[in-house]
């Protein structure tokens, strides 16, 4: 059965990139603040569905699986942990019981083994899935924005670090189709594509290709004049970055005041001096860039449904 994807978009369909972010921060930022298991699972199904129901044929929709696993590692390996190392939450109920290994005075409040509790089981499991929720959230964000379309809406004071990451945003997919892509040329061929071995041969024409992208890209970059900048005054560089630094600090601030308890009172005001000094930033920053916007993305109305749904 073939397999359902959304039509291609286009000009006359296609949401703004900006408002999928919006809405997997929104998700993920709600993933953060609990660890019922319930509603991280129903978070983590509203956006394996949308993704589903909304993603592509383009090379960066095939990436939400690795996310998907790289999910599950994290919520395994927040066990191992939880196993060996123990777990800060006190427990009455034990499972098993693990050899504990000496340790010197120095590292006294550490251990390894010793009694493995259902409490602190119970504790990393709701932990990891929290991460896990995190990373799949961005995942759904990555599989259903364009990178390049998302690169073409960020201000031009974020032009040169947007490309950075656009570029590493688009290297993940690509070297995921190209291990499948190999992976069943040996099949075909009759040759091991698992274990250590089909590894190791499978690795080197990964790296060849991604060697060759790179360079084919920045060769594309040059010719397209990338980096140039028109001239600025020495004081308004430096008010760009004073006013840039500030408020990204700003920005973290309230953010880490939001997410936990006892920063509630400076949490938001902290965070809209930091916009507002981020802002200000970007606009003054924004007479360095020399490079104008063809047919930009419009925000219409379904972009707010996505991103106020996001945000709610």
Same mark, same amino acid.
């Given at each position: 059965m073939r397999r359902r994807l959304a039509p291609e978009a286009h000009r006359g369909n296609a949401l703004h990139p900006g408002a999928w972010w919006v809405w997997a921060i929104g998700l993920g930022t709600a993933a953060s603040r609990t660890t019922n298991p319930l509603l991280l699972g129903l978070l983590i199904g509203v956006a394996g569905y949308v993704v589903a129901a909304r993603r592509t044929s383009a090379p960066w929709a095939k990436s939400y699986?690795?996310?998907?696993?790289?999910? $599950? +590692?994290?919520?395994?390996?927040?066990?191992v942990f939880a196993i060996v190392l123990g777990s800060p939450i006190p427990g009455t109920h034990?499972?098993?019981?693990l050899p504990e290994v000496p340790l010197p005075e120095w590292a006294r409040g550490v251990r390894i083994g010793g009694r493995v509790t259902a409490e602190g089981l119970l504790f990393?499991?709701?932990d990891g899935i929290r991460l896990a929720g995190l990373l799949i959230c961005v995942g759904a964000a990555n599989a259903l924005a364009s990178p390049a379309r998302l690169l073409k809406s960020l201000p031009g004071a974020l032009y040169e670090v947007g490309v950075a990451v656009v570029v590493a945003m688009t290297f993940a997919p690509n070297l995921i189709v190209d291990v499948q892509r190999l992976r069943a040329a040996r099949r075909l061929r009759g040759r091991p594509d698992r274990g250590i071995r089909g590894l190791l041969q499978v690795g080197l024409p990964v790296l060849e290709g991604a060697l060759e992208r790179s360079v084919? $890209? +920045?060769a594309a970059m040059d010719a397209r004049g990338f980096g140039r900048t028109s001239p600025v005054p020495a004081r308004v560089r430096r008010a760009i970055s004073v006013l840039t630094l500030g408020g990204l600090m700003g920005v973290c601030v309230g953010t880490y005041g939001?997410?936990?308890a006892q920063g509630t009172s400076y949490g938001l005001p902290a965070l809209a001096?930091?916009?507002t000094c981020a802002l200000a930033g970007l606009r003054l920053g924004g007479r360095r860039a020399v490079r104008t916007r063809y047919r930009p993305d419009p925000w219409g109305p379904r972009a707010w449904l996505v991103a106020g749904s996001g945000v709610a």
């Amino acid at each position: 059965m073939r397999r359902r994807l959304a039509p291609e978009a286009h000009r006359g369909n296609a949401l703004h990139p900006g408002a999928w972010w919006v809405w997997a921060i929104g998700l993920g930022t709600a993933a953060s603040r609990t660890t019922n298991p319930l509603l991280l699972g129903l978070l983590i199904g509203v956006a394996g569905y949308v993704v589903a129901a909304r993603r592509t044929s383009a090379p960066w929709a095939k990436s939400y699986g690795a996310f998907v696993k790289l999910g $599950l +590692a994290v919520i395994a390996i927040r066990l191992v942990f939880a196993i060996v190392l123990g777990s800060p939450i006190p427990g009455t109920h034990t499972v098993v019981t693990l050899p504990e290994v000496p340790l010197p005075e120095w590292a006294r409040g550490v251990r390894i083994g010793g009694r493995v509790t259902a409490e602190g089981l119970l504790f990393a499991l709701y932990d990891g899935i929290r991460l896990a929720g995190l990373l799949i959230c961005v995942g759904a964000a990555n599989a259903l924005a364009s990178p390049a379309r998302l690169l073409k809406s960020l201000p031009g004071a974020l032009y040169e670090v947007g490309v950075a990451v656009v570029v590493a945003m688009t290297f993940a997919p690509n070297l995921i189709v190209d291990v499948q892509r190999l992976r069943a040329a040996r099949r075909l061929r009759g040759r091991p594509d698992r274990g250590i071995r089909g590894l190791l041969q499978v690795g080197l024409p990964v790296l060849e290709g991604a060697l060759e992208r790179s360079v084919a $890209l +920045a060769a594309a970059m040059d010719a397209r004049g990338f980096g140039r900048t028109s001239p600025v005054p020495a004081r308004v560089r430096r008010a760009i970055s004073v006013l840039t630094l500030g408020g990204l600090m700003g920005v973290c601030v309230g953010t880490y005041g939001l997410l936990t308890a006892q920063g509630t009172s400076y949490g938001l005001p902290a965070l809209a001096a930091g916009l507002t000094c981020a802002l200000a930033g970007l606009r003054l920053g924004g007479r360095r860039a020399v490079r104008t916007r063809y047919r930009p993305d419009p925000w219409g109305p379904r972009a707010w449904l996505v991103a106020g749904s996001g945000v709610a």
